[in-house]
């Protein structure tokens, strides 16, 4: 048990050491905000730019359903997305990603690309491999949270 302590307080540490500096990275490249970062990064990952609003909260727990409403409504409002009742269940919302609201996400995608081509020569080829790897233990890490 005092092992398994100590994992969760390395990751722990890790996770506050690090988010400082995605927050800056963020902030540097947009004004949006993280959830709204991550909505469009979701409905680009669509084949069609689009989900149902319900889809996209069962994606984004534990975020409240209020919560949500009140941050695709900013989008909305910004042109980003756009909501559309369906017509056979006007209680399910479609929400897509418009023009704009992609032409946002991949501007803010190339200032955090740019960033992080300015310094990746600070990283070995070995660090860097084990970077990506670690996305796919993340990934298994939070799955089911």
């Known amino acids: 048990m005092g092992e398994l302590n100590a994992v969760v307080e390395d990751i722990l540490f890790g996770m506050r050491k690090v ?6 990275l963020f902030s540097y490249a947009t004004d949006m905000s993280d ?3 991550l909505i469009l990064s979701l409905l680009i990952s669509e084949p069609d730019g689009k989900m149902l ?11 409240r ?3 949500l409403t009140n941050i695709t409504n900013k989008l909305e409002d910004k042109g980003y997305i756009k909501k ?5 269940d006007r209680r399910r919302v479609v929400i897509a990603i418009t ?3 992609k032409a946002a996400y991949e501007k803010f995608e190339n200032v955090v690309r740019e960033a992080i081509e300015r310094n990746v020569d600070k ?3 070995e660090e860097l491999d084990v970077l990506r790897k670690s996305f796919d233990v993340w990934c298994k890490l ?3 949270i």
């Open 19 to 24: 988010r400082p500096h995605f927050r800056k």
């Open 35 to 37: 959830a709204e970062i």
């Open 53 to 63: 609003l319900s889809n996209l909260q069962q994606q984004l727990l534990p975020i």
């Open 65 to 67: 359903p209020s919560k």
């Open 84 to 88: 559309q009742r369906m017509k056979r």
């Open 99 to 101: 023009p704009k609201g």
């Open 123 to 125: 990283v070995s080829p």
């Open 142 to 144: 939070l799955e089911d």
